[in-house]
């Protein structure tokens, strides 16, 4: 989170007040805290205090859009605290014809099918009987029917609100309400993997207007063998609406915890794009590109970005001691 947090401040030049949610002390301890309370214009918050009811058996991601209803802002955009940003977020945001028109701004998950999670796209049709103009251009819709369309649809590491738009925060109540306990157990979580479906759900039940970036989550990471159509990363790759890198989705570390001294990044070679779900993916997270295009080395300015990000992990993170409790 810190590095995020000196990425947007000190690469984007992003002013604006940043809030921190976070669910107990065994989520983010007093050490933490307080580094992050250091840093320009950026308050905690603990989660737990606005809503002890719903959320004092949280769950991993299901305080997510707790966190987003609990925000001071009219205007949010939520990121994870492991995504890496090539471009300011905001701006990418204020720019998007999806948000412009709808108030909110959805990214795919990857384009990938398994057969285990058809049972989201039953429960989307118990849901919604009648499809709205809004999901029909989705391949998750007809998931049943169609063999090679993709089970998963949604990527929550960044998502764009705008509570002022009433629909929208009727939306948001109730993708809250999916992920309370009783629902994310018993429904949500059991049909779909985790909270991302939940907040293209809960708009489309109420028939609120919402629209995906257009393409597929893709990929930056390593060769992986010699082939020139293939990369390989578990970090998921966001462009923007003009089809540029946005954000990744998973960090640039091979292992998250450990002090800046002990990190070792993850060699990003090439960017695998998903324009349209044409692509194929294989274990490892392996993207292999069908059309010239799809696979690419990183240019210039993407290498000059994640060097700079990767300067601001070296010089400017601070320790957190071990002994914190």
């Not at 603990?46 to 991993?60: H, I, K, M």
């Not at 790759?237 to 954000?247: E, G, I, K, T």
Request: proline share 4%.
């Amino acid at each position: 989170m810190q590095h995020l947090i000196l990425s947007l401040r000190i690469l984007h030049n992003v002013s604006i007040p940043i809030q921190v949610f976070y669910a107990g002390k065994q989520d983010l301890i007093y050490d933490e805290i307080r580094i992050l309370e250091s840093l320009p214009n950026v308050s905690t918050h603990n989660v737990l205090d606005y809503f002890p009811a719903e959320t004092r058996r949280w769950e991993s991601w299901s305080i997510k859009p707790y966190a987003m209803l609990a925000s001071r802002f009219r205007r949010i955009v939520f990121l994870d605290a492991d995504v890496v940003l090539f471009q300011d977020p905001i701006a990418a945001v204020q720019r998007h014809p999806i948000f412009q028109r709808t108030g909110q701004l959805f990214f795919r998950d990857r384009h990938v099918r398994e057969e285990r999670f058809l049972g989201g796209v039953e429960l989307f049709h118990q849901m919604n009987r009648y499809p709205s103009q809004y999901s029909r251009g989705l391949g998750y819709t007809g998931a049943m029917e169609d063999g090679t369309s993709e089970t998963h649809e949604m990527d929550s590491g960044f998502i764009a609100m705008d509570k002022g738009n009433f629909g929208v925060l009727m939306g948001l109540l109730l993708a809250a309400k999916m992920n309370a306990k009783i629902e994310r157990d018993g429904v949500l979580y059991a049909k779909t993997y985790g909270d991302k479906e939940s907040f293209w759900f809960a708009s489309e039940v109420l028939r609120v207007p919402y629209g995906f970036n257009h393409a597929f989550g893709g990929v930056i990471g390593e060769k992986g063998d010699e082939s020139q159509s293939k990369v390989c990363g578990i970090s998921l790759l966001q462009l923007d609406s003009d089809m540029r890198p946005l954000h990744l989705n998973g960090g640039f570390l091979r292992e998250r915890h450990v002090s800046p001294e002990k990190a070792q990044f993850i060699p990003f070679e090439r960017i695998g794009l998903d324009l349209n779900g044409h692509v194929t993916w294989s274990t490892g997270h392996c993207l292999h590109g069908g059309a010239e295009g799809d696979v690419r080395s990183l240019n210039a300015k993407e290498k000059a970005t994640l060097a700079i990000l990767r300067g601001l992990f070296m010089k400017n993170l601070t320790v957190i001691p071990t002994t914190s409790g």
